[in-house]
């Protein structure tokens, strides 16, 4: 019998194949995975600030791969795994690399306000919240059209024309987010935008990376979530492939978000596409502007 370094409960200790030892075989699963995720993310994320050219990405992949060393710390503390590598060289690359960047940002001459891609946005429109990215509720489908062109050359994907009521029109695009391959819906109501829904279609081997990434950076842009679930179709299996489970329609995980001017929804489920995960994220305007 021996001590477990993470519950510190007496237990035959679990022989584990990577450095994260001396965790008792109850441990051992959820533990050593959350290790390996954050490790993975950590090292991906540090690779693309070296090579990104993008600003915003790297300060985002920045502050990504540090939340994740800080929660590896506590590993590293109780001498489960070794991190005096990435606390010695990557923790300070990253800290001055952010400063370098921030510091060029606050010597940029102040312009017309416009997004990244040269689209000049109404004074009206700029005083509107914030919705997803570059975009802002109520602007219109013209000026979303500029920031995010349409997939096809025909764009509107609907059209509901109540009586008395608004005139609703949506288009896609396809998009980067966060690195990965994304389907973004744009929605209007009286030609303004009211709703943007955001799908991933991910391989059950790289959801729960995928999926940490995700709920770390909206979690980061929106504070903790106010609603966070997981729903079981049959017997919780917590020691379970997240991707497996997923993909299989065992396991679906909610999460939501509220702000002055949006409602964010995350959803993570089976997807249409056989053997995949689908990730949703819904912004939606608040009722109160």
């Known amino acids: 019998m021996a001590q477990c370094k993470w519950c510190g409960e007496d237990s035959v200790l679990s022989f584990l194949t990577f450095s994260a030892a001396g965790l008792c075989s109850k441990c051992n699963g959820p533990v050593a995975k959350d290790i390996q995720s954050r490790i993975k993310i950590t090292k991906e994320s540090t690779i693309i600030v070296s090579t990104s050219k993008n600003t915003a990405t790297r300060l985002r992949r920045i502050d990504l791969a540090l939340s994740h060393i800080g929660e590896l710390k506590k590993y590293h503390e109780k001498g489960i795994v070794d991190l005096t590598g990435a606390l010695e060289k990557t923790v300070p690359y990253l800290e001055s690399t952010k400063n370098k960047l921030l510091k060029e940002l606050e010597v940029k001459p102040k312009r017309h306000k416009e997004d990244t891609q040269g689209v000049a946005i109404g004074t009206d429109e700029a005083k509107l919240g914030e919705a997803f990215e570059k975009t802002r509720w109520g602007m219109s489908k013209r000026t979303v059209k500029q920031i995010y062109p349409p997939e096809n050359e025909d764009p509107v994907i609907v059209e509901i024309i109540e009586d008395d009521g608004p005139t609703t029109t949506g288009y896609e695009s396809e998009i980067e987010f966060l690195g990965l391959d994304a389907f973004v819906d744009f929605g209007f109501s009286d030609d303004k935008l009211d709703e943007v829904s955001v799908e991933l279609h991910i391989s059950p081997e790289d959801f729960f990376n995928s999926y940490l990434e995700i709920k770390q950076h909206l979690t980061g842009k929106f504070g903790s979530p ?64």
Request: glycine residues 10%; hydrophobic residues 30%; negative net charge.
């Open 226 to 289: 106010s609603s966070d679930k997981e729903k079981w179709n049959g017997q919780p299996q917590e020691n379970g492939d997240w991707g497996e489970l997923v993909a299989n329609g065992k396991l679906e995980i909610n999460a939501s978000w509220r702000t002055k001017v949006s409602q964010i929804n995350f959803t993570c489920g089976n997807g249409d596409i056989q053997e995949s995960c689908a990730i949703k994220i819904t912004y939606s305007k608040s009722a109160s502007i």
